[in-house]
């Protein structure tokens, strides 16, 4: 499995868009993007994924560029209730997961 | 629908005691795995499973037993305790193996071995 680079933290204003970006560069064609975040210690939470098109659902949006060596997550409308540990991954099937130390997300008021 | 649920929530043993961890889904999916957690570290697969009947190997395997007798449950078995095993273990589940399917993940179990 390709690894992910994800910085440690960032800040984001409630209301505003939270773009949180990760590096695969190393990602092979068969390999999907999968995003999760874990919210104070609770299970981890399925977000999105998508393997070369863009992609949006209720909770966000992903953007992957073209050569697939890095995507973003968009938070369209960040809520205090969006901070979390957001988790970068790729993976061909999406079952064994390998969880890095993902990024810590502050909505702040 | 309950999803995926893990008992018990917290559990302190002493070292050299056994116990089980329970897992169970009621979305009749195929494919259920546990992980566990270490302070500020990501989660790391310790089992899984594909099927009833059918089970192997993740990353960090020593020290557990599981075994997959119906779809519905996947207990983890800590045969003897020991410190290193202190952790936040949870459970997930998926439709099936492959597929791209969302994991869904339980509440965790968070266990302390002094």
């Known amino acids: 499995d390709a690894k992910t680079t994800q910085p440690t933290s960032m800040d984001c204003a409630e209301g505003r868009a939270a773009n949180l970006p990760c590096n695969h560069s190393t990602i092979s064609g068969n390999e999907y993007v999968y995003w999760y975040r874990q919210i104070h210690s609770q299970g981890p939470q399925y977000i999105i994924h998508g393997l070369k098109n863009n992609e949006t659902n209720e909770m966000a949006s992903l953007i992957i560029t073209e050569d697939r060596k890095s995507s973003t997550l968009i938070l369209p409308h960040a809520t205090l209730r969006d901070t979390a540990v957001y988790y970068c991954?790729?993976?061909?099937?999406?079952?064994?997961?390998?969880f890095g130390a993902g990024t810590i997300l502050r909505v702040k008021s | 629908n309950a999803g995926v649920t893990q008992t018990p929530k917290f559990q302190v043993l002493k070292t050299g005691q056994s116990m089980t961890l329970q897992c169970a889904q009621d979305m009749n999916h195929e494919y259920m795995s546990w992980y566990r957690q270490d302070p500020g570290m990501g989660l790391r697969l310790i089992h899984y499973s594909v099927g009833a009947g059918i089970t192997d190997q993740g990353e960090v395997p020593n020290g557990y037993n599981v075994s997959r007798s119906t779809t519905e449950d996947f207990p983890l078995r800590l045969l003897s305790a020991a410190p290193s095993q202190t952790s936040v273990y949870f459970c997930a589940s998926s439709y099936s193996f492959g597929g791209n399917q969302p994991q869904h993940f339980g509440d965790g179990t968070r266990l302390s071995i002094l």
């Open positions: 991954i790729a993976d061909r099937y999406g079952n064994k997961l390998v």
